[in-house]
């Protein structure tokens, strides 16, 4: 097809229509067949990064049904005639809500498609994941998880931080800075835990709060912090600071999500160990 479906197509009248939604119950085939999902990673944004399984079920899917930081590149290995459904989100703009794309999900597989539901990272990573397979599992659908790199691997790496090191972190926490409730109302005392490494998803706008709280619970403002814009692309850019000096430092950077905050001593290594040049293809960067 020439390009993406989205769950939403306005009809009738131009400027008012009624808006046509993938809300429908459920339909089973006349013979009962029934198809599948597979819950895939497709990890954080370099094409590189995709699984072997994950190619596999792209290539053989009926339909695709994905999210926004699902790199094109990616999408242009399903099949020519797949259909491709965009169900992605955005601060306080969802193209479709949680409970209807799980719905969506439902019935495809009801009218026997071979359904790849394709999210950025790792699935069971602040993607949903769970939610969706709940609901699959409440249906009778069968279905099976991909992992993915996930961003915290992904995006780490490529910046060059280790999220763990002998001489830094022991220890390393993956939190999100949008709630559920939209709040940042986060474990700021067991966040704020010295020889540990905190990764911080979808934590952009809440920056000063995050830098702010953790000073508040102990973390000296001298700690080490860097957030990454578009990891793992040609477009990544890396802001290294404190916890004191990184909010100013980003935003005097135009830094645009999406993005990963990382914080902690491991942060001090980034400017020697940074291998990935932005511009070129992901490789190994030759020492010297």
Not at 211 to 224: K, Q, Y
Request: charged share 20%; glycine share 12%; net charge positive.
């Amino acid at each position: 097809m020439d390009g993406p479906e989205t769950p939403e197509s306005p009809r009738g009248a131009a400027g008012g229509g009624e808006i046509r939604r993938f809300v429908a119950p459920p339909q089973r085939l006349a013979g009962g067949e029934r198809g599948s999902v597979a819950l895939v990673g497709a990890g954080p944004g370099d094409p590189d990064l995709l699984t072997l399984r994950a190619l596999k079920l792209i290539k053989r899917a009926d339909v695709i049904v994905y999210d926004r930081l699902v790199a094109p590149e990616v999408l242009a290995l399903c099949r020519p005639r797949a259909r491709r459904i965009y169900v992605g989100k955005q601060r306080a703009r969802h193209i479709l809500p949680q409970q209807d794309i799980s719905t969506l999900l439902v019935r495809l597989a009801h009218d026997g498609k071979r359904v790849v539901r394709l999210k950025g990272g790792d699935p069971f990573i602040f993607g949903r994941g769970g939610e969706e397979l709940e609901a699959l599992a409440a249906n009778g659908i069968a279905f099976e998880v991909v992992p993915g790199v996930s961003a915290a691997n992904g995006v780490a790496a490529y910046a060059g931080i280790p999220l763990t090191h002998r001489d830094h972190a022991q220890a390393c926490v993956f939190v999100t800075g949008h709630l559920k409730d939209g709040t940042m109302d986060l474990d700021w005392p067991a966040l704020a835990r010295p020889r540990q490494t905190i990764v911080v998803y979808m934590g952009l706008l809440g920056l000063p709060t995050l830098c702010r709280e953790l000073i508040a619970h102990g973390l000296p403002g001298t700690t080490p912090a860097a957030i990454v814009q578009h990891g793992t692309t040609a477009r990544q850019r890396v802001v290294s600071g404190t916890l004191s000096t990184l909010p100013g430092r980003a935003s005097a950077a135009a830094i645009e999500p999406p993005t990963l905050i990382i914080v902690g001593e491991v942060v001090r290594l980034q400017s020697t160990l940074a291998w990935f040049a932005p511009a070129q293809p992901a490789s190994m960067v030759a020492a010297g």
